[in-house]
C-alpha cells in the first residue's frame, strides 16, 4: 500500500511555540524599541544570559517588508521565519562570528567537494532570502541549488541551518518547516548545534523518509508514512585549546611588555558519526556521470572542519 505523503506535519500553531519555551512573546511598537529589544538581547546572548529567539506581534505584513528594510543596515544576521495568519516574527539571532563560521565554512568545503568533481560552478548559495511556505516564510543560513533551478522562486535542494546547543529542538523545528513546506523541492537539511564551552559541534542530517506509520488505525489504515526524519548524526569534539604560554621576560623589559605566543594546538578531534555523506541526486537533481559521485565527509574532513573553526574562536 502507498506511503502517505508528507502525513504528520507540524501544525502551523507549532512553528509559534516549539522550541520556544520561554521566549516571551513581545509587542511590537515601532523600529527603535525593536532595535533596543535586538540589542539588548544579543548583549544577553554574548554573556550567555538569554537565548537566540525573540518573538513579536503583531507584526503585519507592511511592517516586516520596513522591518527588512531597517534590517539591512541595523541588523545585518537576523534570519526570520514569519507567520501570516498569527502575524508572528519569529527572529533567530546568530551567536557571534561562531555561528556564522560553522556553517560557512561547512559549506564551503561542500562546494569544494563539488568543485574537485568539475562542479563548483553547478551550486549556487541562495542562503538570507525567504522562501514562502504554507501560510509562512523563512530565511535559510546557507542554502544552496543546482543551476537546473534557475528561477528565484525555485527551492534550494540543500539547507544549512546553525545554533547554539541550546537550541538544537528549534533547530529540528527549523529542518521539518523546509521539508514539510517545500512540496519535496529541499532534500536534505543540515543542522549544527555548537557549544563554544566544550568546543563542540553536533551535527544532524535531516531529509523526508518513508517510515512505519506508528498510528494507524481502521480509519487511517495506512501502513507508512513520509515525514522528516533524522537520517545521521556526526558529533565533533575537540580540539581542547591549551593555556598561551608566557615567553619569559627580556632582560630589563618591564612586566607589562612581557610577550606570549598563541596557545598550542591541543589534542586532535575527535569525529564520531563519520563519513557524512550527501547524495548527488539529491543535491544536483540527476544522476551522476563518469567521475562525479556522492559528496562524502570523511572524518578527517569534519576533524579539519572544526580545527579551522576554533582556530578562529579563542
Same mark, same amino acid.
Given at each position: 500500500m502507498a ?8 501544525? =502551523?500553531c507549532? %512553528?509559534?511555540h516549539e522550541?520556544l519555551?520561554?521566549?516571551e512573546?513581545?509587542s511590537y511598537c515601532g523600529?527603535?524599541?525593536?532595535? /533596543?529589544?535586538?540589542e539588548s538581547?544579543?548583549?544577553k #546572548?554574548?554573556?550567555?544570559? +538569554?537565548?537566540?529567539y525573540?518573538?513579536f506581534?503583531p ?7 520596513k ?5 539591512d ?5 537576523l534570519?526570520?521565519? %514569519?507567520l501570516? *495568519?498569527?502575524?508572528?516574527l519569529?527572529? /533567530?539571532?546568530?551567536?557571534g562570528? *561562531?555561528?556564522?563560521?560553522v556553517?560557512?565554512e ?7 567537494k ?6 563548483g560552478?553547478? #551550486? ?5 532570502? @525567504?522562501?514562502?511556505g504554507?501560510?509562512s516564510? /523563512?530565511?535559510p543560513? $546557507?542554502?544552496? /541549488? ?8 525555485? &527551492?534550494p535542494?540543500?539547507?544549512?541551518e ?5 537550541s ?9 518547516w &523546509?521539508?514539510?513546506?517545500?512540496a519535496g523541492g529541499?532534500? =536534505?537539511?543540515?543542522?549544527f548545534?555548537?557549544s563554544?564551552?566544550?568546543?563542540s559541534?553536533?551535527?544532524?542530517k &535531516? ?6 506509520? @506508528? ?10 508514512? $513520509?515525514? @522528516? $526524519?533524522?537520517?545521521h548524526e556526526v558529533?565533533?569534539?575537540? !580540539? =581542547?585549546a591549551?593555556a598561551p604560554?608566557?615567553? !619569559? ?5 618591564? +612586566?607589562?611588555?612581557?610577550?606570549a605566543? @598563541? ?6 578531534p ?6 557524512l555523506?550527501l547524495d548527488?541526486a539529491?543535491?544536483f ?7 562525479e559521485?556522492?559528496i562524502i ?7 579539519r572542519?572544526a580545527?579551522d ?6
Amino acid at each position: 500500500m502507498a506511503a502517505v505523503p508528507a502525513h504528520g506535519q507540524l501544525d =502551523i500553531c507549532d %512553528y509559534l511555540h516549539e522550541g520556544l519555551e520561554g521566549v516571551e512573546h513581545q509587542s511590537y511598537c515601532g523600529p527603535v524599541k525593536f532595535t /533596543k529589544a535586538i540589542e539588548s538581547q544579543v548583549d544577553k #546572548l554574548c554573556l550567555g544570559n +538569554a537565548g537566540q529567539y525573540a518573538v513579536f506581534t503583531p507584526v503585519t505584513q507592511d511592517t516586516l517588508t520596513k522591518i527588512d528594510h531597517r534590517r539591512d543596515s541595523h541588523h545585518k544576521g537576523l534570519c526570520f521565519m %514569519y507567520l501570516n *495568519l498569527e502575524q508572528a516574527l519569529i527572529v /533567530k539571532i546568530p551567536a557571534g562570528e *561562531l555561528h556564522e563560521l560553522v556553517h560557512r565554512e561547512f559549506a564551503y568545503m561542500c562546494r569544494e567537494k563539488a568543485a574537485g568533481m568539475g562542479l563548483g560552478y553547478e #551550486l549556487r548559495d541562495v542562503g538570507g532570502r @525567504p522562501f514562502q511556505g504554507i501560510a509562512s516564510r /523563512k530565511e535559510p543560513g $546557507t542554502a544552496f /541549488k543546482p543551476s537546473s533551478r534557475p528561477l528565484e522562486s525555485n &527551492w534550494p535542494t540543500v539547507v544549512f541551518e546553525c545554533g547554539v546547543s541550546e537550541s538544537l529542538k528549534r533547530l529540528t523545528v527549523d529542518s521539518r518547516w &523546509w521539508l514539510d513546506n517545500s512540496a519535496g523541492g529541499v532534500k =536534505i537539511v543540515l543542522l549544527f548545534s555548537i557549544s563554544k564551552v566544550a568546543r563542540s559541534i553536533h551535527i544532524e542530517k &535531516w531529509e523526508m523518509l518513508t517510515v512505519q506509520n @506508528p498510528h494507524a488505525t481502521p480509519a487511517n489504515p495506512h501502513p507508512f508514512v $513520509t515525514r @522528516p $526524519t533524522k537520517i545521521h548524526e556526526v558529533d565533533i569534539a575537540g !580540539p =581542547i585549546a591549551l593555556a598561551p604560554v608566557a615567553l !619569559p621576560p627580556a632582560e630589563h623589559a618591564p +612586566a607589562a611588555l612581557t610577550p606570549a605566543v @598563541p596557545a598550542p594546538a591541543g589534542p586532535a578531534p575527535v569525529v564520531t558519526g563519520a563519513p557524512l555523506t550527501l547524495d548527488f541526486a539529491k543535491i544536483f537533481l540527476r544522476q551522476p556521470h563518469q567521475g562525479e559521485g556522492n559528496i562524502i565527509l570523511t572524518a578527517q574532513d569534519l576533524g579539519r572542519h572544526a580545527s579551522d573553526v576554533w582556530r578562529f574562536i579563542q
